[in-house]
């Protein structure tokens, strides 16, 4: 690494941030020979590391099965974490997770042996977790299907969230593309206290940057603020950087980083870090002069920083908790907090629970009564059994808590809270320590509105049971009709006697796993062997029908939703009966409701699509800003694309969603023009007149034809580099590679 890191010191000829020392010291060619430039400049990586969760890994390994690759090229694991339905509690939630998804977590264990990846089990944890617990090190670089993946920066690392197509790339042996980011730098000054916590620097974050500020950027934390914080702590910082959008965010290297690393048994990995420490954070000019280095500079007081609450319905939506009262009243949201919910990949440290306990200790203590119910996710087997030795899970258990199991749970719509009611269930207001609060997504009832903050915040307003509580400032009256105020949350950064665990639930895979054999049913109706896409032919692109004018936020979790479906992401066919319909269309301003132009009935959206496909007509979805905002699901790509989506024409994209469709041989486009978007309406036909031109920066043209005889000519910009047209020509990424290793 300090011999890349030189290269590219001497040839940008100035100080180096952290994250162009990653990036430059992972270069595909070795050693760095070439000034990239920011935001512009398609760049080729080698990353250390792969993880890939249930849920991505399903769709990333049967791609993977058609690379015809003996074995994985870098380290990769495979965790259990999706599936798993949050219902009683961790055992009896376990149990019947195995039981009723026994069939994906088989196909996935046997896939991972056959190609030697490492196996963790369902109830081992959620994948950041346990990669920052075990994979994660400093000026390391992975990539991971997940979104979170960017978690791992709180240990130093440049780790990205990708589609499983990316991932197959790696795990091929092959360059992982990524277009050099932008740098922005956030300098905390001053030093978190009292009741504020690392969640509120990243909800601060999202309200300066909003939902799509990060886009294309790596964000870089430095300043006092920043070394003296855990190491957990910053990974709640990088993990949310998702929700704006961010490539990655990191932290430099300090001594966080070193007692995290031994303290979970890295005491090599520690010793490695420290003996290059001068490479893992950025040069000191970076930080004294931030202006100079970074595209663009954040500064946070964390003197003065409150403790935040951020939505309903989107994670950007920032109030500090002393506006609270005011915010729910102008916005009629409701005060009484049903569910306070701690834990998730996001916030389910040893440090978290622990501060998060101190405060549930005081209900007993002070006489009162948890006012809402109250859940905890442990992050990892690892923290799990850590809190119980310790007392936490006693202390959760008294307050009349339940634990559900080391899984995402209620993070992503596996919380059975209403059976089958939840389509139209009651207007209520939860609070939680996870990343992500789109509509639906804790328990599919889209009349649940969520607000995020840190899991010592969300412990104290369960304990009062409303939205507007500031326990910095306001009193609860206990059993004994006292005025009470709670003390401040105390906790440990580690654990004083250090982690323990009986069984992680890790398995390793066989040193030769050519034997073993990967069976998937043809009847099954969780998983389906994959067949190589088409290539959509320049001809289909005349004539082409809108399929849907999606107005406003438009999610990865609106195309193509998780809960319930989450059962279907190993069978492509299934999952795609839930393609768009959670989108709004634009003309009616209702959901899963759009008009089939060849009968001008309405009806469902992937209905009306796959009337359209046996018709052989391609279709354009077109959308607003930030379309496919969230996950790094490649189902919000694949689906459209199996059911004979053509183009998706936007004002702009999320980086993941944009690549996941160039990888399945799409077209992703946005207006050149964005007012361009109020020119579509609802019986347009399509035609791309200049196809056969399709090249790197060069605008497509397409004819609107209307309803009334009328046509307008629209630019579609791209960002299609030579490869990547090639994937369109060719039908997919992955069509390319089968080519390549035949
Ligand atoms: C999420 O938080 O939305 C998920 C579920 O973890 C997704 C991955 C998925 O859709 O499987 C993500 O963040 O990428
Ligand atoms: Fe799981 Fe939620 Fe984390 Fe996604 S954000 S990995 S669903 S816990």
Not at 10 to 33: C, F, M, Q, V
Not at 43 to 62: G, S
Not at 373 to 397: A, M
Request: aromatic share 8%; net charge negative.
């Amino acid at each position: 690494m300090g011999e890349r890191v030189e290269k590219a010191r001497e040839l940008l000829n100035r100080p180096l941030t952290l994250a162009e020392k990653i990036l430059y010291s992972h270069l595909w060619d070795g050693n760095p020979s070439t000034v990239f430039q920011r935001g512009k400049d398609y760049v080729d990586f080698a990353p250390d590391r792969v993880a890939c969760q249930d849920a991505t890994a399903q769709m990333a390994l049967l791609q993977f099965m058609h690379a015809g690759k003996p074995k994985v090229a870098v380290p990769t694991t495979v965790h259990c974490d999706h599936l798993i339905q949050a219902k009683v509690g961790a055992e009896a939630d376990l149990k019947r997770a195995n039981e009723t998804s026994n069939e994906v977590f088989d196909f996935l264990e046997s896939v991972s042996n056959k190609y030697g990846i490492g196996f963790w089990k369902p109830g081992a944890g959620i994948i950041h977790q346990v990669v920052l617990e075990n994979y994660a090190f400093p000026g390391g670089m992975m990539i991971g299907t997940d979104s979170h993946t960017v978690n791992a920066g709180g240990l130093g690392m440049v780790a990205i969230g990708v589609g499983g197509a990316d991932a197959v790339d790696v795990m091929a042996g092959m360059p992982w593309e990524l277009k050099f980011p932008k740098l922005i730098g956030v300098k905390l000054t001053g030093k978190l206290s009292g009741w504020t916590a690392p969640k509120d620097v990243i909800l601060k974050v999202a309200d300066i940057l909003t939902v799509k500020g990060g886009t294309g950027a790596i964000i870089e934390y430095f300043g006092e603020g920043a070394t003296a914080m855990s190491c957990t702590g910053k990974g709640t910082i990088c993990n949310m950087g998702a929700e704006v959008g961010a490539t990655t965010s990191t932290f430099g290297y300090d001594a966080s980083m070193d007692r995290y690393l031994r303290a979970t048994d890295r005491e090599d990995v520690a010793d490695a870090a420290l003996a290059v420490k001068e490479h893992l954070t950025a040069d000191p000019e970076a930080y004294q002069n931030p202006e100079k280095y970074f595209d663009q500079v954040i500064e946070i007081d964390l003197n003065t920083l409150e403790p935040h609450l951020n939505g309903p319905f989107t994670p950007d939506l920032a109030t500090p908790i002393s506006m609270m009262g005011e915010a729910a009243k102008e916005n009629d949201w409701p005060i009484n907090v049903q569910v306070g919910l701690i834990g998730s990949c996001t916030n389910s440290s040893y440090e978290d629970i622990s501060r998060a306990a101190s405060l549930a200790k005081q209900v007993a203590d002070k006489k009162l009564k948890m006012q809402s119910q109250f859940t905890i996710t442990p992050g990892s087997e690892q923290v799990r059994y850590t809190i119980e030795r310790d007392g936490f899970i006693d202390t959760f258990d008294q307050v009349g808590a339940t634990v559900f199991a080391n899984a995402c749970g209620p993070c992503i719509g596996m919380w059975d809270r209403y059976g089958d009611k939840a389509a139209d269930g009651p207007r209520n207001t939860i609070v939680h320590s996870f990343n992500r609060n789109f509509a639906k997504r804790a328990d599919g009832n889209p009349n649940t509105l969520a607000f995020v903050g840190s899991p010592e915040l969300v412990t104290a307003v369960a304990i009062a049971g409303r939205l507007d509580f500031n326990p910095m400032t306001d009193k609860l009256i206990n059993e004994d009709g006292e005025e009470v105020m709670l003390d401040e949350p105390r906790g440990y950064e580690l654990p004083p006697e250090g982690f323990a665990v009986e069984d992680a639930g890790y398995v390793e895979p066989m040193e030769d796993g050519s034997g073993v054999e990967v069976i998937v049913s043809p009847d099954s109706q969780r998983l389906q062997l994959l067949a190589p896409f088409e290539p959509i032919k320049p001809d289909s692109l005349k004539g082409m029908k809108l399929l849907i004018k999606a107005f406003g936020k438009c999610t990865t979790d609106h195309i193509s939703m998780a809960g319930p479906w989450l059962r279907y992401r190993g069978h492509l066919d299934n999952i795609a009966n839930n393609t768009l319909i959670g989108a709004v269309n634009a003309f009616n301003q209702k959901t899963n409701f759009v008009k089939n132009q060849l009968t001008g009935e309405y009806g469902a959206v992937p209905d009306t699509q796959r009337a359209y496909k046996a018709e052989g007509i391609k279709t354009i979805v077109v959308g607003d800003h930030n379309y496919g905002e969230g996950s790094s699901r490649e189902h919000a790509a694949m689906q459209p694309r199996h059911l004979g989506v053509a183009a998706v024409l936007v004002k702009s994209f999320a980086r993941i969603h944009e690549t996941n469709l160039k990888k399945q041989g799409m077209l992703g486009l946005t207006f050149a023009n964005e007012s361009d978007y109020d020119l579509i309406q609802e019986d347009d036909t399509f035609n791309f007149v200049d196809i056969e031109d399709f090249a790197p920066g060069k605008p497509l043209t397409i004819e609107v034809e209307h309803a009334d005889g009328s046509k307008d000519t629209i630019m579609a910009n791209h960002s299609y580099n030579d490869a990547q047209i090639n994937w369109f020509k060719e039908g997919s990424a992955l069509n390319v590679i089968k080519k390549e290793n035949a």
